[in-house]
């Protein structure tokens, strides 16, 4: 009996016909094409990710624009340098994407390159960084939204951005791809109408380029005169660094590999040249137009608004255009927010499965989605948004510190990689080349915003971040603790009967009404071994046949490809063959029941029941991790599967006994 059973129907309550309303139904783990089916093209892929760099152009430029203050003649320069740094970042991720094609996001490329330190830094990075993404991304849209609309109504701001945040947590609980799909018109809507603005904002003033290139000049003779070369060097460069929010999306493609459809790499490449060609040319063509236009910030409005308003007021439809450009970036930039929900849970899942964060941010909901992670990053972006106010400048300063020491920190890995290949791959040179340059303009920009913003908020992303890792390191020494009792629990254990017999030998020997332990297992260790040795220790001679019942719990970790679902049924399968050998070695006729899904709890109830038909006089057993001293974080930290399960069989009239493993945590160093 091997059962990939479906959610088990259950009275249709309000609570359960609103959950369904909202979220949708569970996924059906028995179809082959479901991975397939979740998976994003290229195009939608553009869409989930690359809106997040696409849409920094409405607040990047207009920040390193007005960094410039009366030296607006530098904006030239400033839109090549902004456009070859987004090329040359976006470059630098497609190689990474090369390298690490199951997900090439900073934790994983710091880990494996820099060791778990620089790991847990550059995680604990992404994880404020992606939770700033969704907080300035609304704040943003907000900001875009309402400035063409009456300024007596920018007191419903902040509660319309609180609005879009909840709706955005609830489709992304429902599933990557409905979320995406969802939001597709107003992507393409921005699209066109940023093309119009930007291609009619230039050619607009061709005859007038010939003055505007003269002017300059003489703007750029009088500032060296006056400033001197270092210091118009130092406001180009301060100007080009509080723009760094321009480049705060381009990580996104590569973190989020493991949601794109097959072959990845190539997907994941592709998508990342859509991003870098999108935000390359419209960030630079804003700052080019800002110039030509002689945009000036206006108390209410973004500059994109202003400029929109100059380019098509007087225009045939000019004020639909205006409508619905700017309703088109504000709408895009809540699709950017989808960055967060989509790559700031899978950083979560990745640092859940190395045990720097709580093991159930790797779990999946029937959705097949993290769900906890999802809500984390919500209520984490709502608290952001409620204690900045929405103020987009200020949470561009917290937001870009994190992402540059994300991507500094990547591109410092990947010059350790082509150092230590630099004999067996002839393209080190280029790679190093490359990733050196990278490099240099991250760290430059990294440097900068800190030492220029860190009074002004800057401050309290480091804190914070700070605190995160201390956070992560605590939690990995708990783990790490409890790990080492447990293996001194399995190696008090000594050597174990093992029958030299196969196991599936046992269940012909097996009477149906003969009394049964029947002993949820997880995995093959020192819980489970001391839970089967303890039954006969407390009930010795009564219980005739043992039933190991396991659930294969889909978490992230294993739900990353067609394969996925398959290898963890035959893990499962392996580990309960070790149980039925230990039986064997004991004597007592066993055999097994699996099932794969991704809630454990309601899985392991339904297996249980169908057990409890089969064997009419069967007793359950789970074992239970106790400590000696229980403190409050141990439920964050622990399932308690066991005593879940236990409730749920007690109330159908079943009986189980939980049997506890002393845990003791002996200090770490």
């Given at each position: ?16 016909r ?22 994003l ?15 920094s ?27 070859v ?36 830094v ?29 300024l ?40 066109v ?141 809540v ?36 769900q ?6 919500g ?49 080190w040179?280029?790679?190093t ?124 970790g ?6 996925g ?8 399968r ?49 074992g ?32 189980m ?13």
């Open positions: 009996m091997d059962p990939i059973a479906s959610p088990e129907s259950r009275p249709a309550t309000l609570r359960r609103l959950r369904r309303l909202l979220i949708g139904r569970p996924r059906d783990l028995r179809d082959s094409q479901l991975f397939h089916r979740l998976s093209i290229p195009f939608l892929a553009w869409v989930g990710l690359g809106a997040d760099g696409l849409s152009s409405a607040y990047g430029p207009e920040e390193a624009f007005k960094a410039l203050n009366e030296h607006a003649y530098l904006a030239v320069a400033l839109a090549a340098l902004m456009a740094t987004v090329l040359l970042i976006s470059a630098a991720y497609r190689r990474i994407i090369e390298e690490f094609p199951s997900g090439g996001g900073g934790y994983v490329v710091a880990s494996s390159l820099l060791g778990p330190g620089a790991g847990v550059s995680g604990a990075a992404l994880l404020v960084d992606y939770v700033l993404t969704i907080t300035v991304s609304i704040a943003a849209a907000g900001d875009a939204l309402f400035s063409f609309l009456p007596s109504w920018n007191e419903y701001k902040l509660a319309v951005e609180f609005g879009f945040i909840l709706v955005l947590t609830t489709l992304n609980i429902r599933g990557v791809r409905e979320s995406v799909m969802a939001l597709l018109p107003v992507f393409l809507l921005f699209l109408t940023h093309a119009v603005l930007i291609g009619g904002g230039i050619l607009g003033h061709l005859p007038e380029l010939p003055s505007t290139a003269r002017a300059v000049r003489d703007g750029f003779a009088e500032g060296t005169a006056t400033l001197g070369v270092s210091g118009l060097l130092l406001l180009f460069f301060r100007a080009y660094s509080l723009g760094g929010g321009t480049y705060t999306g381009i990580e996104a493609v590569s973190n989020g590999l493991p949601i794109m459809r097959e072959p990845k790499v190539e997907t994941g490449k592709r998508t990342m040249v859509y991003m870098a060609t999108s935000l390359a040319f419209t960030a630079s063509g804003l700052l080019l137009c800002y110039l030509l236009w002689q945009i000036a910030p206006v108390p209410g409005k973004t500059m994109n608004a202003v400029l929109t308003e100059r380019l098509a007021t007087g225009l045939p439809f000019g004020g639909t255009f205006i409508v619905l450009t700017l309703f088109s970036e504000a709408m895009l930039l699709v950017a927010a989808q960055a967060g929900f989509l790559d700031g849970p899978r950083v979560l899942a990745n640092m859940a499965v190395d045990s720097w964060v709580p093991h159930r941010f790797a779990a999946l909901s029937e959705r097949l989605t993290t906890d992670g999802i809500l984390l990053m209520a984490a972006a709502l608290a952001a948004l409620f204690y900045t106010g929405g103020s987009v400048g200020y949470l561009v300063v917290m937001y870009s510190i994190n992402v540059f020491l994300t991507f500094s920190l990547s591109m410092l890995a990947m010059l350790r990689f082509w150092g230590r290949h630099r004999r067996t791959r002839p393209e040179v280029s790679r080349v490359l990733f050196g340059a990278a490099l240099v303009l991250c760290v430059t920009i990294l440097v900068i915003t800190v030492y220029e913003k860190f009074a002004q908020g800057g401050w309290i992303t480091v804190v914070i971040t700070c605190l995160v890792i201390a956070l992560c390191f605590t939690i990995r020494r708990h783990y790490r603790r409890v790990t080492l009792e447990l293996d001194q629990l399995y190696r008090e254990l000594g050597e174990l009967p093992q029958s030299a017999k196969p196991a599936k030998a046992a269940v012909d020997t097996i009477d149906p009404r003969g009394p049964t332990a029947a002993v949820l297992v997880g995995s093959y260790g020192g819980v489970g071994i001391h839970t089967v040795l303890n039954i006969f220790r407390v009930f010795p001679g009564h219980f005739k046949n043992l039933v190991f019942v396991s659930v294969g719990v889909i978490d992230s294993e739900f990353k490809g067609e394969h679902v398959e290898d963890l049924r035959q893990r499962t392996e580990m309960l063959g070790n149980y039925l050998s230990l039986a064997s070695g004991l004597g007592v006729p066993a055999t097994a029941r699996m099932t794969i899904g991704t809630e454990a709890v309601e899985e392991a109830e339904k297996l249980c029941l169908e057990v409890a038909r089969e064997f009419p006089h069967v007793v359950f057993f789970a239970k991790m106790i400590f000696q001293r229980e403190k409050w974080y141990h439920r964050l930290l622990h399932n308690e599967t066991a005593l879940a399960v236990e409730r749920r069989l007690r109330w159908m009239g079943k009986t006994v939980t049997l506890p493993v002393r845990v003791q945590t002996a200090r770490v160093r």
